[in-house]
Structure formats: C-alpha cells, structure tokens
C-alpha cells in the first residue's frame, strides 16, 4: 500500500506565493510519473500538472502554465508543486497522485491509483 502525504496548503493573498510537498511512503516512488490535481468546491477535479518519472518531462494545465512548477526528489520519494502568483480561483483543495504507470495519459485523474488526502489552498483577493 503506497501512501501518499501533502502538505504546504494554506491561507494567501492574491499574487503571493505557496510550496506544496507530496510525501511518499514506499520505495518505488522513482518508477512511477506523478501528478498534482485540485478540486474547488462545487467543481469537478481538475488535472493541475504531471511529471515523468525522472523529472525530465512536465506538463501544465493552461490555466497554471507560468505560474506553477512541478518538480520531485526521487531520493527523497518527495514530489513538489511551487505556486507563484497566486489568483483567487486557484482556491482548492490540492491532491497528489502516482500514476499507475500503464502508458495512459498523465493529464485523465482516471489514470491515477494512488491518492493524498489532500491539502486545501484559499487565496484571498
């Protein structure tokens, strides 16, 4: 069982800035690509940004693209989401997700097995 732990969420102001870290507890977490989703109230679970296994390929929403960075420690089973910028309908809920590594695409939560439990993210205006 791959348990996956976020933390870094919090309350902001427009414009300012947030790191959110994606714990992971098992060893195999450098074989697998990553991705962070988010989930506003009312609203369905959107794909936020993914990244491959070594780090060497990313991908954004459009929505975040230039604002948001995905990046991971594989040595330290650690996955990151730097939130600069920050506007009020960035507010959510954050989750971090493993893929489940059958060649699907990063962008579907469909495609995703394991889950955090989330970390919320309220930016005021």
């Known amino acids: 069982q791959v348990q996956l732990l976020e933390s870094g969420g919090g309350l902001v102001q427009t414009g300012e800035s947030l790191r959110l870290s994606c714990a992971a507890s098992?060893?195999?977490?450098?074989?697998?690509?990553m991705g962070w989703f988010r989930q506003a109230p009312g609203k369905e679970r959107e794909f936020v940004a993914a990244i491959g296994e070594s780090g060497d390929s990313t991908f954004y929403a459009s929505s975040v693209k230039g604002r948001f960075t995905i990046s991971r420690d594989n040595g330290q089973n650690t996955l990151y989401l730097q939130m600069s910028s920050l506007k009020p309908e960035d507010t959510a809920v954050y989750y971090c997700?493993?893929?489940?590594?059958?060649?699907?695409?990063?962008?579907?939560?469909?495609?995703?097995?394991?889950w955090g439990q989330g970390t919320h993210v309220t930016v005021s205006s």
């Open positions: 997700a493993r893929h489940e590594g059958t060649g699907g695409t990063l962008l579907d939560h469909r495609q995703y097995d394991y």
């Open positions: 098992r060893g195999t977490f450098s074989r697998y690509a």
